[in-house]
């Protein structure tokens, strides 16, 4: 019997660096979908995963089921109201985690370009070690700078930079959290760092890039096309890419 996967999706930033028309990056559209949409559709097709989560701000809930209400009737997920900081939005996903879940995985809703390989490999990661990340490694000079002038060059050996989905074990996350007092993370792991656990590097892809600037929405759309590819079924997108957003 395989293990039982939930993931979490947090959509309830403030996109201070980012919007098209004064939306959220997340619910921009990409070539045809969504940038949310592309993000969860590979988890949702998925037979491992039981339960998926989008956690969105208050803010944004009459717009969200409005302008999203076919692909929420068609797909199996569950809303939850985010919170103040990112680590807040997940943990109020993380708190409606079913029971019979062991393993949580946490990606970022602006996060689009994903393939069912990179998955694989982290989940199964995370089945063998409790607690697995997709990270690729650092290969540019890094220069440390004290008030615009560099400082020193830094060493970029043994660095990687982080990217989800990060995928814990299910106890081990809730304990993270139980003990992260006032603290606010970057991401999931480093809350379980903080606890002495080893987490598991899966090297991923340069080209699974988290959207934070126009100029980042930009390189998402010039590579949306070259993935590796994977199809997904026919019956997973209730419109065809081609046709008009009724909601625009």
Do not use: C
Not at 229 to 239: G, I, M, S, V
């Amino acid at each position: 019997m395989s293990a039982k996967f939930g993931v979490i999706l947090p959509a309830a930033g403030k996109s201070s660096r980012f919007s098209i028309k004064k939306r959220k990056k997340p619910f921009v559209d990409l070539k045809g979908r969504a940038v949310w949409l592309r993000a969860v559709e590979y988890f949702v097709n998925r037979e491992d995963v039981a339960q998926t989560i989008i956690v969105i701000s208050p803010e944004d809930y009459e717009f969200f089921t409005l302008k999203f209400q076919a692909n929420l009737a068609f797909l199996d997920l569950e809303l939850v109201e985010g919170g103040a900081e990112r680590a807040d939005s997940v943990l109020n996903g993380l708190e409606k985690i079913r029971s019979d879940i062991e393993y949580v995985a946490v990606h970022d809703a602006a996060r689009p370009l994903l393939t069912k390989k990179w998955i694989d490999n982290v989940f199964a990661a995370a089945i063998q070690h409790d607690a697995a990340i997709l990270a690729t490694p650092v290969t540019s000079t890094l220069k440390k700078a004290v008030d615009g002038k560099i400082d020193k060059t830094v060493s970029r050996e043994n660095l990687w930079q982080a990217q989800t989905p990060q995928v814990f074990k299910t106890d081990l996350l809730r304990e993270a959290y139980a003990r992260r007092g006032d603290f606010q993370p970057t991401d999931e792991a480093q809350l379980v760092e903080r606890l002495g656990a080893s987490i598991h590097i899966v090297e991923g892809s340069p080209m699974n890039l988290k959207i934070t600037s126009q100029e980042d929405f930009r390189m998402a759309e010039a590579l949306i096309n070259h993935l590796p590819k994977n199809e997904l079924p026919p019956t997973l997108h209730p419109f065809a890419d081609e046709k008009p957003n009724l909601f625009d």
